[in-house]
């Protein structure tokens, strides 16, 4: 059971004696990990979320993020180190505070900040003099201090004054072997620097990378959309260069190993299916939203938003002519889909492109099976997609293999020597030597 206990000393320095009890809102691929590290490093840690299941998931110590070790959070759990709730009345007893909460858009592409919004408004009722408020959620510049901050000082508290406000981003690439929390270089920006000085602190004092301060929460808010427009727009540019180089009849993929060779001035992109996860596809959008506010029309971003958007049309459009090669219509085919998750060897279907390859084959009447070792179910629409296992078999009855997800799992051998054809999004087979099957890659 938390319990409530009434504290008084300076922040900065329950920080530096990791004395401070740290409250985390949002127990999810951010937030979970996050609040692991922290109690990893000496802290006590209080999780708060709406949903039931994962606070009683987290109070067990049973793990349901992929980039938290199960033994980490088992031991955390069990030392008392970690606890959850969805009583949002304990804020009153923690000394920071991370907001870590989704940040979806709504149906006409503009952010929705509700859930930062509801967040701020149970931190405000339990508000306290000398305690610090991060916002991690990805968001459009200005939203700490637009949103957060007059929601706070609403209780009659000053910012920089009787309590600290600070805007750190989260940076988060599930799957990813090198990176993680624990390393990854942080970003801090406060509203005064008072704020950025006692956010960075507690930072450094959970982390082995980098803190990084800046001038405001705006820039720290504006570099996290930058670095994901980064990687929006650049990957619109791969994928266009994967259609031009289709009709032209080169093979893209050998184009970007040849530019790979430059040792300056070139990064690789990747083109694929469309993009998925819960920031390439979205965060851009808020910039594009932001600016319509300064009158200005971000047309690069918009115009590589559209050319990712498009991919699965195209995906199915090939798929279409694949099947044509052996006289059939799409209606009636069977397709197996190899991968449900938006990127390798991670369970996350978060705005998979798969959902709406899936959608555009199921308008067609195609027969549709799924495969994805990662992947036991998933919700497309109303309904639940259940997953099933690959065999030679299931590669032999299906009319065509789509590999959208390139998943260390699969047996790609297996899959060259059992499918009739195979439609290749991410040139997964590569290495794969002797395919039998009708094959092309995007």
Same mark, same amino acid.
């Given at each position: ?83 959850a709730t969805t009583d949002y009345s304990f804020i009153r007893d923690v000394d920071a505070v991370a907001i870590c909460v989704p940040t979806p858009l709504d149906k006409y592409q503009q952010p929705n900040t509700r859930y930062v919004e509801e967040s701020t408004r149970s931190i405000a009722r339990y508000l306290h003099p000398d305690m610090l408020v991060v916002l991690e959620s990805t968001t459009y510049p200005g939203t700490t201090e637009e949103i957060v901050k007059p929601i706070l000082e609403q209780t009659g508290l000053k910012v920089g004054k009787d309590f600290y406000l600070a805007y750190s981003p989260e940076r988060v690439d599930p799957g990813n072997k090198k ?34 301060? +800046?001038?405001?929460?705006? @820039?720290?808010?504006?570099? &996290? /959309? *930058? ?5 929006? !727009? ?114 996350? +279907?978060?705005?998979?492109? @798969?959902?709406?390859?899936? &959608? /555009? *084959? ?5 027969? !549709? ?74």
């Amino acid at each position: 059971m938390i319990t409530k206990s009434k504290v008084k000393s300076s922040l900065l320095d329950r920080i530096k004696q990791k004395n401070a009890v740290i409250g985390v809102i949002g127990l999810g691929y951010v937030g979970l990990p996050l609040a692991v590290e922290k109690a990893k490093s000496g802290y006590r840690v209080i999780g708060f979320d709406i949903q039931q299941k994962r606070v009683d998931w987290v109070n067990q110590g049973i793990n349901y993020i992929g980039d938290v070790v199960d033994s980490d959070l088992k031991e955390l759990t069990e030392k008392g180190s970690i606890q959850a709730t969805t009583d949002y009345s304990f804020i009153r007893d923690v000394d920071a505070v991370a907001i870590c909460v989704p940040t979806p858009l709504d149906k006409y592409q503009q952010p929705n900040t509700r859930y930062v919004e509801e967040s701020t408004r149970s931190i405000a009722r339990y508000l306290h003099p000398d305690m610090l408020v991060v916002l991690e959620s990805t968001t459009y510049p200005g939203t700490t201090e637009e949103i957060v901050k007059p929601i706070l000082e609403q209780t009659g508290l000053k910012v920089g004054k009787d309590f600290y406000l600070a805007y750190s981003p989260e940076r988060v690439d599930p799957g990813n072997k090198k990176y993680n929390t624990k390393n990854t270089p942080k970003v801090v920006g406060g509203v005064t620097p008072k704020c950025t000085e006692i956010a960075a602190a507690l930072y450094r004092s959970v982390l082995e990378g980098e803190v990084h301060e +800046v001038s405001s929460p705006a @820039v720290a808010e504006m570099e &996290k /959309i *930058l670095e994901n427009t980064f990687r929006n !727009i650049n990957i619109g540019l791969a994928n266009e260069m994967a259609i031009l180089c289709h009709k032209m009849g080169i093979d893209v993929w050998e184009v970007i190993e040849a530019a790979k060779t430059k040792p300056y001035g070139f990064m690789a992109f990747y083109p694929g299916p469309g993009l998925g996860g819960h920031c390439i596809p979205i965060d851009p959008f808020y910039l594009t939203w932001k600016a319509r506010e300064f009158n200005y029309h971000t047309r690069l971003i918009e115009i590589s938003g559209e050319i990712n958007h498009e991919m699965p049309n195209f995906v199915v459009d090939r798929t279409m002519k694949i099947l044509n090669h052996f006289g059939k219509a799409l209606n009636g085919s069977h397709v197996l889909i190899l991968g449900a998750a938006y990127k390798k060897d991670i369970d996350d +279907v978060r705005e998979s492109p @798969v959902l709406p390859i899936f &959608k /555009i *084959l199921q308008q067609n009447r195609a027969k !549709i099976s799924v495969v994805d070792p990662h992947v036991s179910s998933f919700r497309f629409e109303d309904q639940i997609i259940e997953t099933v296992e690959l065999t030679p078999e299931l590669l032999r009855e299906s009319d065509i293999a789509l590999i959208l997800t390139d998943h260390s799992a699969f047996d790609y051998q297996m899959i060259a020597d059992s499918a009739t054809a195979i439609f290749d999004t991410r040139n997964a087979m590569k290495d794969v030597t002797g395919i039998k099957a009708y094959y092309e890659k995007l």
